[in-house]
């Protein structure tokens, strides 16, 4: 069973940068598509950014396109989100989360990703 943990997040002011990280552990990551999802209070889960390790293919939300950055460490267990440029619209709870690949039609479809982290707070605000 894939378990993955989530850190990295906290307060950070507008225009900061954040780097979140998530450890794998149960299993390898290889043949793993993995994403980072996001949902803030009032609204749904929503896919952020997701990177597959068959031919590292990148999605990336056009809300964060250009100041978000997604890696993977399959050595390590390791998945990243490098945050940058933050805005007030980024507050809320980040989640990493992992799908096989081998059946997967959308690369960041929340109904295709089986593993889930518990999740961590990201709050951009002054």
């Known amino acids: 069973q894939l378990q993955l943990v989530e850190s990295g997040g906290g307060l950070v002011q507008p225009g900061g940068s954040l780097r979140l990280s998530c450890a794998a552990s149960g299993y390898t990551l290889d043949f793993y598509a993995v994403g980072w999802f996001r949902q803030a209070p009032g609204k749904e889960r929503e896919g952020v950014s997701c990177l597959s390790d068959r031919d590292g293919r990148t999605y990336y939300s056009d809300a964060v396109k250009g100041r978000f950055t997604i890696s993977r460490d399959n050595n390590k267990k390791m998945v990243y989100l490098e945050m940058n440029s933050l805005k007030p619209e980024d507050t809320a709870v980040y989640y990493c989360?992992?799908?096989?690949?081998?059946?997967?039609?959308?690369?960041?479809?929340?109904?295709?990703?089986?593993?889930w982290g518990q999740g961590t707070q990201v709050t951009v605000s002054s």
């Open positions: 989360a992992a799908a096989g690949e081998l059946l997967m039609k959308n690369l960041c479809g929340i109904d295709e990703y089986d593993y």
